[in-house]
Nanobody, 122 residues
Framework: QVQLVESGGGLVQAGGSLRLSCAAS????????VGWFRQAPGKEREFVTT????????YYADSVKGRFTISRDNAKNTVYLQMNSLKPEDTAVYYCAAGIRGGRYSGAYDYWGQGTQVTVSS
């Protein structure tokens, strides 16, 4: 079992930055890929980015490529999402998830956090 807790969300103006953290406890976190997903009101949950177990491979949704950066520190059991040049359309609840396979599809992840709200004002 892996427990995930997101933090770092909040209210920011367009063009600003936030850094989200996903802290893990439980089973060996370094065995798992981690993904970030987001869900805006009235919309389906969508893929944002993912990182493999070692941090050597990352993928991004086209909508965030060049603005968001995912990284991980396995010694601290934490994955980070640095979000720059934020836009109002980035407003959503952001979830981190862990899974052995990882990838772009939410079904590949076994463990999910409770989410953290990110609101970007125009």
């Amino acid at each position: 079992q892996v427990q995930l807790v997101e933090s770092g969300g909040g209210l920011v103006q367009a063009g600003g930055s936030l850094r989200l953290s996903c802290a893990a406890s439980g089973r060996t976190f370094s065995n798992y890929a981690v993904g970030w997903f987001r869900q805006a009101p009235g919309k389906e949950r969508e893929f944002v980015t993912t990182i493999n177990w070692s941090g050597s491979i990352t993928y991004y949704a086209d909508s965030v490529k060049g603005r968001f950066t995912i990284s991980r520190d396995n010694a601290k059991n934490t994955v980070y999402l640095q979000m720059n040049s934020l836009k109002p359309e980035d407003t959503a609840v952001y979830y981190c998830a862990a899974g052995i396979r990882g990838g772009r599809y939410s079904g590949a992840y076994d463990y999910w956090g409770q989410g953290t709200q990110v609101t970007v004002s125009s």
